[in-house]
């Protein structure tokens, strides 16, 4: 049996001075929150991280009704913020998710966010991010966060990238997963 370590970083972002939404690409399209689309985010969701080193860590991604019913632990939490919680669109239906809360009093917590591997590397991320970014400033936030697993190296680039920093945290903030085995 193996043993393999994982580590998750929490990362943070003061929302003051964050730079503009950049346009989208051709052919993709704003799709703000609205209740009847759960089940997109949901299903969005579920692609986007089929690749994702997540999933080994959250095995609730690798099913397609666990996330169906994650998306809908997420709507109910209330601190849920539709306005900072999107979808973008493309010409064969929806392509990338990212989901938001208010996790503590003025500060926003980007829950996931995902993009098909075919809508890849077109600034689709970096265009989600920013717009979640905006909702939680335009709603008076003043910081956020989010969680990220230290070998997702691509997810890391971004948000270092975009502004995000490394969160000091005591030990007990600390989180190291350690999973008996992945296949
Ligand atoms: C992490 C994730 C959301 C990034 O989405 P993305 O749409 O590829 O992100 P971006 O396009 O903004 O940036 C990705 C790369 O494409 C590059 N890029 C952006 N626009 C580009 C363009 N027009 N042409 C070429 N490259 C471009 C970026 O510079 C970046 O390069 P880098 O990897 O060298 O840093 C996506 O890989 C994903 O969904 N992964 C699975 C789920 C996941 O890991 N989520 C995060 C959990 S914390």
Redesign the pocket.
């Known amino acids: 049996m193996s043993v393999v370590h994982f580590t998750r970083y929490r990362m943070e972002i003061d929302l003051s001075g964050v730079p503009a939404v950049p346009e989208l690409p051709d052919g993709y399209y704003w799709v703000p929150w609205d209740d009847s689309l759960l089940t997109i985010h949901a299903e969005v969701h579920y692609r ?2 089929h690749d ?1 080193i ?1 999933r080994y860590l959250f095995p609730c991604f690798s099913d397609r009704d666990s996330c169906w019913f994650l998306l809908r632990e997420i709507r109910d939490k209330p601190g849920f913020m539709p306005q900072a919680t999107w979808l973008i669109g493309a010409a064969n239906g929806c392509v990338a998710t990212i989901q938001c809360i208010e996790a503590e009093p003025r500060v926003g917590s980007i829950q996931n ?3 098909l591997p075919r809508h ?7 265009a989600l991010i920013l717009q979640a970014l905006h909702g939680f400033h335009e709603a008076g936030l003043k910081r956020a966060w ?1 969680d ?1 697993t230290a070998e ?1 190296e ?2 890391l ?2 948000y270092q ?1 975009l502004g995000f920093r490394m969160k000091e945290m005591s030990i007990k903030e600390i989180h190291d997963w350690k999973l008996e085995e992945i296949s």
């Open positions: 986007a991280f994702c997540d966010v995902g993009v890849r590397h077109q600034g689709l991320g970096q989010l990220v997702n691509q997810a680039r971004l990238r």
